[in-house]
């Protein structure tokens, strides 16, 4: 199997929403996109997959060592020997790689964030980062372009973490700040019992309304001589958007179950954004 190839079934196995705005792109930012997001699909699974915390640890950090082998020349993973010959043209630098290494690695560590600062720190890592990597494969010409992806990112990972509240739970995790459990009345015990205490849908709806301000405060940020280019970026947009609704929808059914956009539903988002050029 050739690394385009690896990389192409990663991408496309993971049923994420992402793939579905890669569709659109010309082949050379297409195959770039691709391997860096089967890179952090890659990451991502050692924390998710590895039961045992030390060999998880030690999965990462070969990782960092493959990341120092690539940047030298010499990538020995399919998924790096696809991604190194178009970092370069790309600007995707070695500290971005690392960067998400790291946001990845705090989850073996860390499970619980005492409030929405804290989880913007770990955000920034997992999301942000990946949002200024994919900024600048799309076609990045506007510096101002950068907040914009990094806002875009923590939208967006805020939407995973209102969808994946249960499954988060059932792995022992909980992101939502401590704090603002709290003061909604929510107990961690509620969350890791799949339980549906009385505050538990304030709580929720306060965290989608802050997501939903994320949304706006990307777009907002986006230049207009960028909007072309970063197209894959509003699709997202709009598919996580659109799944947000459907959330609030079932009243924040999340702790019991992972809804979920269809995939002709997706293509359909993804599509119109594509057509139209606007969410």
Same mark, same amino acid.
């Given at each position: %199997? @050739? ?9 496309? #196995? ?19 996109? @691709? ?29 960092? !060592?493959?990341?120092?082998? /690539? ?37 073996? #560590? ?11 720190? =770990? ?13 600048? *494969? ?6 101002? $372009? /950068? ?11 805020? $939407? ?14 909980? =992101? ?6 709290? #003061?909604?009345?929510? $107990? ?5 019992? !799949?339980? =549906? #205490?009385? !505050?538990?849908?304030?709580? %929720? ?29 509003? %699709?997202?947009?709009?598919? =996580? ?5 459907? *959330? ?28 139209? !050029?606007?969410?």
């Amino acid at each position: %199997m @050739t690394p385009q190839r690896y990389v192409q079934d990663k991408a496309a #196995s993971s049923g994420s929403s992402f793939y579905y705005a890669f569709l659109f792109l010309p082949a050379k930012p297409r195959a770039a996109i @691709t391997a860096f997001y089967a890179f952090c699909r890659e990451i991502d699974d050692v924390v998710d997959d590895v039961q045992d915390p030390s060999v998880a640890a030690a999965k990462l950090s070969w990782w960092e !060592g493959e990341i120092s082998s /690539t940047f030298a020349g010499n990538p020995s993973h399919p998924v790096m020997q696809a991604l190194w010959p178009l970092a370069a043209q790309y600007d995707i630098a070695q500290g971005q790689l690392r960067a998400i290494v790291s946001g990845c690695r705090m989850d073996l #560590s860390q499970n619980r964030y005492l409030d929405y600062a804290a989880l913007q720190s =770990y955000c920034h890592l997992v999301a942000g980062v990946v949002g200024e990597v994919a900024a600048r *494969i799309f076609g990045q010409r506007d510096a101002q $372009t /950068t907040a914009y992806a990094h806002t875009l990112g923590q939208a967006l990972q805020l $939407t995973n973490i209102i969808r994946d509240v249960g499954e988060d739970a059932r792995r022992g995790r909980i =992101y939502l700040p401590l704090d603002e459990l709290r #003061s909604h009345e929510v $107990t961690v015990q509620d969350l890791l019992q !799949g339980r =549906y #205490s009385p !505050g538990f849908k304030t709580l %929720m709806q306060f965290q989608t309304e802050r997501a939903r301000g994320l949304y706006a405060q990307a777009l907002s940020l986006l230049p207009e001589r960028d909007r072309r280019a970063q197209k894959p970026g509003l %699709m997202m947009a709009s598919i =996580y958007r659109t799944l947000l609704d459907e *959330i609030e929808k079932s009243d924040f059914q999340v702790l019991h179950q992972r809804i979920s956009l269809t995939p002709l539903r997706k293509f359909w988002l993804a599509w119109k954004v594509q057509a139209l !050029g606007r969410i």
